[in-house]
């Protein structure tokens, strides 16, 4: 059953994306709680400049205000286009790849790789998904929950005394290596033969993942460290970049466990992924 439901793996055809990369109107830039009108105006530049289209914004400062139309200088089709989200998760509807920006190189306790390497990474991404990059708001940056939804975390070395960036600096940065990555594209072979997991199939499985945990007895009521379990768990599955089948699979699993505790099918988040 496992090989018959996996026989693209085993066709000699490469996938249509295989040897290509990405489009530029891909890439989705994000921008979780940008609290400077011109800073969203300035993104909306950068991204114009090196041909990105998809911005979204998270409860976002006023980005129509008339400091982000000066910043914008001229693309205020990428402004005026934005989608404004009131959750992360809801802009990252549509995404299979979410990569996170951050200041600094190490970041509970995980390294993040230099953005040229993962400009090459996202480029490479199968599939017709988005490739979502997360970037924090100003004075803080992405939260741990935010990072925890990232299969990478990427970084913009600098000198090591100063390694804070303006946010539309950064994501100008960001933007340029994108561009680069495609426009300088290489065949490429890529490790999945399924289409990547989307960004809400993810979520699906982390809820469910944590109420077979608490069928289980793994999660106590009142477990003070579960926010922190929970975290660990998200960046695990997270890092092993799972495709639609490797979801499914482990969908069926958590329903199996949930049956063999007897709490048969109560519990599915999402529902719609059988078990194969
Ligand atoms: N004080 C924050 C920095 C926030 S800067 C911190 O310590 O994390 C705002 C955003 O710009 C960051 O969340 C990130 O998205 C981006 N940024 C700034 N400098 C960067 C760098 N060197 N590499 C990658 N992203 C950077």
Redesign the pocket.
């Known amino acids: 059953m496992l090989s018959g439901a996996r026989g693209a793996m085993v066709s000699p055809l490469p996938r249509r994306r295989a040897a290509l990369t990405r489009s530029l109107d891909s890439f989705r830039v994000v921008l979780?709680e940008p609290t400077h009108p011109g800073n969203i105006g300035a993104t909306a530049r950068a991204m114009k400049t090196m041909g990105l289209t998809d911005l979204a914004l998270v409860r976002p400062a006023e980005h129509l205000a008339s400091e982000a139309y000066a910043r914008a200088a001229g693309a205020d089709d990428i402004l005026e286009g934005a989608r404004v989200c009131a959750t992360v998760e809801e802009a990252l509807v549509g995404a299979s790849l979410v990569v996170?920006?951050?200041?600094?190189r190490r970041?509970n306790g995980e390294d993040?790789l230099p953005?040229r390497r993962l400009a090459a990474v996202a480029a490479a991404e199968p599939g017709e998904a988005s490739v979502a990059v997360?970037?924090?708001?100003?004075?803080?940056?992405?939260s741990n929950e935010d990072l925890a939804r990232c299969r990478h975390h990427?970084?913009?070395?600098?000198d090591p005394a100063f390694?804070?960036?303006?946010?539309a600096?950064?994501?100008q940065?960001?933007c340029y290596e994108l561009r680069m990555a495609v426009t300088e594209a290489r065949p490429l072979v890529t490790k999945h033969a399924d289409e990547p997991a989307s960004a809400e199939e993810l979520d699906y499985f982390f809820e469910h993942l944590f109420a077979a945990l608490t069928d289980l007895g793994f999660f106590l009521p009142g477990q003070e460290n579960r926010p922190h379990l929970e975290l660990r768990f998200r960046r695990m599955f997270t890092r092993m970049a799972p495709d639609k089948y490797d979801m499914g699979m482990l969908r069926g699993w958590l329903t199996r466990i949930q049956q063999a505790v007897g709490t048969r099918g109560s519990r599915r988040p999402g529902g719609s992924s059988e078990a194969p």
């Open positions: 979780v996170g920006t951050s200041a600094r970041r993040a953005v997360l970037f924090g708001t100003e004075r803080v940056g992405l990427m970084v913009i070395p600098t390694w804070s960036l303006n946010l600096s950064a994501v940065i960001v």
